[in-house]
């Protein structure tokens, strides 16, 4: 199965109007985050069903692949490469790496969310965590994503420090991109532990930004949430 053939595949599954959807929802306008992303119309059930497919792919290809401007083409690589990562244990510390190498090409919200808690969050998970501080204080905000999101593997397995402390450490992130992923392992860890939770949100929540402690508040009791963003806890 070649490249080329991958590429068609998926080009057959594209639609005008998704792309035109896409392009907007995934901000790819002229000074938004998305700028210049190229959308074809593929959705992520039928990009998935391409990868699956094309699992066996190489790495030498995955990383062509990645270096697509077709966004859906990014997608799929990243998701072969979860998959190879999974299947091939003996593999995992070269796909690790070369995940970290090829960080400039996972440049949007879902290409991180997608792919790096079972890459970088699982392979880290019994492991020093440095490397997540490193992409924490990157100056590319798709890095910063990573560094967060990979802590969802860490979270599902009831350890919580890196999260609690990625998320102090970028408690001051402008971009609403990285509040909403903040917000969202905070959440994330209040399912498994609320007393976790509640106490970061008692040491924060005046100085939160709106958007995190919403996303971070939002399975609370609705009384309950009123009163947080009323800073009246």
């Known amino acids: 199965m070649s490249l080329q053939q991958l590429k068609l595949d998926l080009s057959k599954l594209g639609s005008k109007s998704k792309a035109k959807l896409l392009s907007g929802f995934f901000k790819t306008g002229k000074g938004e985050y998305g700028e210049g992303d190229i959308f074809i119309g593929v959705t992520v059930p039928n990009t998935r069903k391409i990868a699956i497919k094309y699992k066996d792919l190489s790495l030498k290809d995955i990383e062509y692949l990645l270096s697509s401007k077709i966004h859906e083409e990014r997608l799929c690589a990243l998701l072969i490469l979860v998959h190879l990562y999974e299947k091939h244990s003996e593999k995992r510390e070269e796909i690790f790496n070369f995940y970290l190498k090829n960080t400039k090409y996972v440049n949007n919200w879902d290409l991180v969310d997608l792919s790096s808690h079972h890459i970088i969050g699982d392979y880290l998970l019994n492991k020093n965590r440095s490397e997540l501080y490193r992409l924490a204080n990157s100056n590319n905000l798709w890095e910063k994503r ?68 919403r996303y971070s508040i939002e399975k609370f009791p609705e009384s309950e949430r009123k009163k947080y963003l009323k800073g009246e806890i």
Not at 185 to 193: A, H, N, P, V
Not at 198 to 205: G, V
Request: charge should be positive; glycine fraction near 2%.
């Open 146 to 213: 990573i560094a967060v999101i990979s802590t969802f593997n860490f979270i599902r397995n009831k350890d919580f420090s890196d999260s609690i402390k990625l998320s102090e450490l970028l408690l001051q992130e402008k971009h609403d991109l990285m509040h909403k992923a903040v917000g969202w392992m905070l959440r994330e860890i209040g399912k498994r532990d609320i007393n976790v939770l509640k106490s970061f949100l008692a040491k924060h929540y005046k100085i939160m930004p709106r958007t995190m402690l």
